[in-house]
């Protein structure tokens, strides 16, 4: 069965990482898996703020690219920072036929602020913004807070969750 999982969380915590990391998992265990990633769709820059409708206007494009691996791939992981209820609603209509995962990718805000610092590629607040704006709060079916486990670990809570949904 085709699965998609959604890694939602606010920018800086952790989501690429741990899409690539899943992505090996998935690898070793000979299951191809790609990666939609909402950094391949937006203009990311350090002078320019990111807004709710900027990440509207090409959500449906990466529900679109979703669609489109999962035709030659046995799943993909969504690399997302969801702010409102619009656009989650758009995920979930994408996401509907296929067995799905949504976790919430999380760590403290003075982890994010000092994150986003080191990284330098994004406009400072960026992080901040989308921790207070997150969409949803609840209703995840795994959290993950990648401040307390190394990125291996973390992608195992993953892939095992998601293993016992095939």
């Not at 606010?10 to 090996?24: E, F, I, N, W």
């Amino acid at each position: 069965m085709k699965q998609i999982i959604l890694l939602n969380g606010p920018s800086s915590s952790g989501k690429s990482t741990l899409s690539k990391t899943l992505q090996k998992l998935f690898k070793e265990n000979g299951k191809q898996y790609e990666i939609v990633s909402i950094d391949d769709f937006m203009k990311i820059s350090t002078s320019e703020t990111i807004y709710e409708d900027d990440v509207f206007e090409i959500s449906q494009d990466m529900c679109n690219a979703t669609i489109e691996l999962l035709e030659k791939a046995d799943g993909v992981i969504v690399d997302h920072v969801i702010t409102s209820e619009r656009i989650f609603k758009q995920f979930l209509e994408t996401a509907k036929p296929f067995n799905y995962l949504l976790v919430r990718v999380t760590c403290p805000l003075n982890v994010l602020l000092q994150r986003e610092k080191e990284r330098g590629d994004r406009c400072m607040g960026s992080a901040k913004n989308s921790y207070d704006y997150l969409y949803p709060k609840e209703g995840y079916d795994l959290i993950i807070d990648t401040s307390l486990f190394s990125k291996e670990k973390c992608g195992l809570e993953v892939y095992k969750h998601a293993m016992s949904l095939l």
